[in-house]
């Protein structure tokens, strides 16, 4: 009996109006906006390419003195895009692909590209198409499954038979949910299609298995607003007021409340501002490098002599008076900025967290949170490369900035040496390792999302079992 | 005409009564008095942080400035109206230095938020896009096609009442219904700014404001318009919703995304990394050329200083090693410059082509129109992003004048070893304060004077919907 309810509802949608429109708009978006961003996919990966190898040839000629007359050398790093990333590309630049890894820390690169990483809309990509379009189709779909009937009167027709009402609900929900699933596993399919055909090797590498994630909650996504709409007619007799709270509904879950999360993460836990705590960083740096600088120049008064020609020369016990009176001073400069960094880190991320807390909410920010991460264009991804990158730092504080000495006389002198063996050509490389997809999962969303549809679908057989059908 | 007027008032009534007790308008005003001013407040209190970011940064370069080191770098202030429209204000740079022959660009200002960056922004410009922008159409959909299925469209068109009235009332009617919430959130969110500190009273905001408020007007509007139109086309409201919603995917959703990638199919330009790529590479292989050229002058030179072998040496004291070298460098420095101008030019003319481009296909649609519109009068739209790019630039060529020609830099080779010289050319003179970079914004005119198309368009639009809403329900079957 179910799956003749079910034929019945699959039968009228495939020949309704919104059925076509959003076979048209799944079909002509999906498959486009995959190869599209595989274009620019392909354009990035060139340019990371022709930045690192430009990158290479400057650690190969670079040369010992370039490093230890600049206080403020530092090196680049390159985040370089993921094939996945034609999925949820999104704004080019959205996460910080580049950072500057000094001294003491690791700070913002400037933007590969200022013209498209600033410009007044985003870009489709398959995420924008399934979280906006499909959920709002869905919607569309299913507000009057309920009351449509009931105003027909088919319902009471229906229900005379010895049809139970979860029966009722399950051959709808079937019914109305494989007419959705068709337009979006063909303009799937379509698309992947194309990707292969236009050279990207679909079986390389963890892509199809993250495209398969990426594809399933798609179908979880959008059954959740499938059976929201069913909700909300089941609860109400008539179509009219079905369809202004189904709207109301979609619009506040997928177009209000994630944005709304970031506003009130904002207000709530406000941060102060990265340019600030840079400027701190700089005046901690300064004030120190005065200090030790004064301190030093006493020093070398008393640890030096006048030559023939009245020049100052240190004498035998100045390095070793220097490295006393410096080293506590370095010591201390590097661990406030070192706590400075980190405060700012901390409360960035309770921001991040209560941002992402409150967006995940709603389906549409559980979905989005979760197909970015699949993609490899996630937060966690970006955090993934800020901690690389604060190692690759620690490595080159070892290997590198520790061997280095710069001092800053208040006179006007500038003492700069190198202790120890550096060779800049066998600095290591730095090397970003690639996500498995096991990290990449975000369960918590998945649960998220069953919740959704789980209470919907209860409280859907709830409000049936109670509908005044007559 | 007196039965007329009152006939029309009449029905004006009964528009905004029925209105009024429907459920969309409680969901209207609900989401109105709850977004717009919560999006006011907060992008203030963000706004708040970038101004004292900015006056930070300000500070740095005075003091950068006093030190003789000033005009190497750049600051671009906040706009005070991306309050209501954030427009680029949050991803183009907002700093630059210069490291000749080299401008880099700094980050934006919400940059490394990925919140932000990953849900997207609530500005007054997304909520009447958007979000009012659907309601409108929610408002609409039924007008006509309604009544008919309910069997009033009859019984009202059995008065001695023209049809055009009976549309004007519908779109009266709906406008005002639309409208009053919107107007009203607007005015709490203003009165909260005020209160907060917004210079809402300042030079030109004021005005600017109560165009971007009659410019959402319009917006809404035309939306409704066009929904009236649909609704005249078919007798199921139902058919009306669907075919709406399609307009509104569209419309909202995918034009104003698809102008730019399109633009960027149709008339593709190099990254700007892969631009200075390039000029690297043309700057090495010049730098490379003018040493060889160079190298006899200074190994006779140190020929002459009987210089241990190994040393070269610039000899600043002698005039005629100056004269010499300058003649010798000058052709090459020369053509660096030409190669490099050429190469700015001939991207930013491909960059305005394809932004060009982009802006045309994206006058289809009015959700996109609205943006450019706003974004102009908010001082943080595309034209602010060129303007400020080649107020960059100008300051560059100034400096390279003054400063970057005045001074030498060559590189010598022989073999396996090289030689770097490089200071101020003597007897020329570098001004010992550079000159500072600043940025002002358009005068109000320069930028509504270039949207005065799109303003036109806009405008044109919703009459033309009215028109065609009025034949389509001239001809419409009321039985």
Redesign the interface.
């Known amino acids: 009996m179910v799956w003749t309810i079910a034929q019945k509802e699959i039968r009228e949608n495939l020949l309704s109006l919104r059925f076509v429109l959003l076979f048209l708009l799944a079909v002509v978006f999906i498959p486009s906006s995959l190869y599209t961003n595989y274009r620019a996919y392909l354009s990035r990966q060139a340019d990371q390419q022709q930045i690192e190898q430009s990158n290479r040839d400057y650690l190969r000629k670079l040369k010992l003195s370039q490093i230890f007359t600049n206080p403020k050398f530092s090196l680049d790093v390159y985040w370089p895009p993921a094939p996945t990333s034609v999925f949820a590309a999104g704004f080019e630049e959205i996460h910080p692909r580049h950072l500057v890894v000094g001294k003491n820390s690791v700070e913002y690169g400037a933007p590969l590209d200022v013209q498209s990483s600033s410009g007044l809309f985003g870009s489709i990509d398959y995420l924008f198409v399934v979280q906006f379009i499909f959920s709002l189709f869905a919607v569309l779909l299913s507000f009057d499954a309920i009351t449509r009937e009931k105003e027909h009167g088919t319902l009471r027709s229906i229900l005379s038979n010895p049809v139970g009402r979860a029966v009722l609900a399950t051959g709808k929900l079937l019914g109305g949910y494989i007419t959705f699933a068709i337009p979006l596993l063909i303009a799937f399919l379509v698309g992947i299609l194309i990707l292969e055909i236009s050279g990207l090797n679909i079986f390389s590498g963890d892509f199809l298995p993250r495209t398969a994630w990426i594809l399933a909650l798609s179908f979880l996504y959008i059954a959740v607003f499938f059976l929201m709409g069913l909700l909300v007619s089941s609860l109400v007799s008539s179509t009219y007021s079905a369809l202004v709270l189904s709207l109301a509904f979609w619009l506040t879950a997928v177009l209000v409340l994630p944005r709304a999360a970031s506003l009130a993460a904002q207000l709530w836990q406000p941060v102060k501002s990265r340019q600030v705590t840079w400027l701190e960083k700089v005046s901690v740096e300064s004030s120190t490098e005065m200090e030790k600088g004064r301190l030093l120049e006493e020093a070398y008064r008393k640890n030096s002599v006048v030559d023939k020609e009245g020049r100052r020369v240190a004498d035998e016990g100045w390095q070793k008076k220097r490295d006393e009176i410096a080293a506590p001073y370095e010591e201390r400069a590097a661990q406030s900025i070192r706590r400075l960094e980190n405060d700012y880190r901390t409360r960035k991320a309770a921001q991040l967290a209560l941002g992402l807390r409150l967006a995940r909410f709603s389906p549409a920010g559980a979905f989005v949170s979760f197909i970015t991460e699949m993609a490899d264009t996630g937060i966690r991804e970006e955090n993934w490369f800020t901690a690389e990158a604060e190692r690759y730092r620690e490595m080159l504080q070892r290997e590198l900035f520790s061997k280095i000495q710069f001092d800053v006389f208040p006179t006007g002198g500038v003492s700069m040496g190198i202790r120890g063996m550096v060779n800049p050509a066998q600095l290591p490389e730095f090397r970003l390792p690639r996500s498995l997809v096991r990290d990449s999962l975000r369960g918590a969303d998945i649960a998220i999302l069953l919740v959704w549809f789980l209470v919907a679908a209860a409280l859907t057989y709830v409000a049936l079992a109670r509908y005044d059908v007559r | 005409m007196i039965v007329g007027g009152m006939m029309l008032l009449t029905l004006l009534k009964k528009e905004i009564q029925d209105y009024l007790i429907?459920?969309?308008f409680v969901?209207l005003l609900a989401?109105c008095i709850l977004?717009i001013p919560?999006?006011l407040y907060?992008n203030f209190?963000?706004y708040k942080?970038w101004s004292?970011?900015y006056n930070?940064?300000v500070k740095?370069e005075t003091i950068k400035g006093s030190r003789g080191r000033g005009g190497l770098s750049g600051l671009r202030p906040p706009s005070a109206l991306s309050v209501f429209a954030n427009?680029?204000e949050t991803?183009?740079?907002k700093d630059f230095s210069i490291q000749s022959p080299r401008i880099?660009?700094?980050?934006?200002r919400s940059?490394?938020?990925?919140?932000?960056?990953?849900?997207?922004?609530?500005d007054f410009l997304?909520v009447v896009q958007?979000?009012l922008s659907?309601i409108a159409f929610?408002f609409a959909f039924?007008a006509i096609s309604g009544e008919k299925e309910l069997g009033t469209l009859k019984l009202a068109m059995a008065n001695p009442v023209p049809r055009y009235k009976i549309l004007l009332a519908k779109f009266a009617g709906g406008m005002i219904v639309l409208i009053a919430p919107f107007v009203v959130s607007f005015a709490i969110g203003s009165t909260i700014l005020v209160f907060a500190g917004y210079p809402l009273f300042q030079g030109i905001i004021l005005a600017k404001v109560a165009l971007i408020l009659l410019l959402a007007t319009i917006y809404i509007g035309l939306f409704f318009v066009l929904g009236l139109f649909v609704s005249t086309l078919t007798h199921q409201s139902?058919?009306a919703?669907?075919?709406l919603?399609?307009v509104w995917?569209v419309l909202v959703?995918?034009v104003?995304?698809?102008?730019?990638?399109a633009a960027?199919?149709l008339r593709p330009?190099d990254?700007?990394?892969?631009v200075a790529?390039r000029i690297?590479l043309l700057t090495e292989s010049i730098d490379k050329e003018k040493g060889n050229a160079l190298k006899q002058l200074y190994f006779d030179k140190a020929r002459e200083k009987k210089l241990s072998p190994g040393l070269l040496t610039f000899d600043s004291a002698d005039p005629e090693f100056v004269r010499k070298r300058n003649e010798i460098a000058g052709p090459f420095e020369a053509r660096m410059r030409e190669e490099l101008a050429r190469i700015n030019a001939d991207q930013q003319r491909k960059?305005q082509a394809q932004l060009n481009l982009a802006r045309n296909i994206?006058r289809i649609s009015p959700a996109?129109l609205l943006?450019?519109l706003m974004?102009d009068i908010a001082d943080t739209?595309?034209h602010i992003?060129v303007r400020f790019?080649d107020a960059v630039r100008l300051h560059y060529s100034a400096l390279d004048r003054l400063i970057f020609s005045k001074s030498y830099q060559d590189t010598i080779s022989d073999g396996n070893t090289g030689w770097g010289f490089g200071g101020n050319l003597p007897g020329q003179e570098t001004p010992k304060d550079p000159p500072r970079f600043s940025f002002s914004f358009p005068r109000t005119a320069e930028s509504l004077g270039q949207s005065v198309v799109d303003e036109g368009l806009l405008l044109a639009c919703a009459v033309a919907l009215f028109a065609a809403a009025s034949v389509a329900f001239i001809r419409y079957d009321v039985r």
């Not at chain 2, 880099?104 to 934006?108: E, H, K, L, M, S």
């Open positions: 429907s459920i969309r969901v989401l977004l919560l999006s907060v209190e963000t942080r004292a970011d930070e940064q740095s427009g680029v991803s183009l740079a880099i660009f700094g980050t934006g940059y490394g938020d990925p919140i932000y960056e990953t849900f997207g922004r609530i997304f958007a979000v659907l929610l039924d139902k058919t919703l669907i075919m919603m399609f995917v959703l995918g104003p995304r698809l102008s730019m990638m960027k199919v330009v990254d700007d990394s892969v790529l690297k960059r994206a996109s943006s450019y974004t739209g595309e992003k790019l």
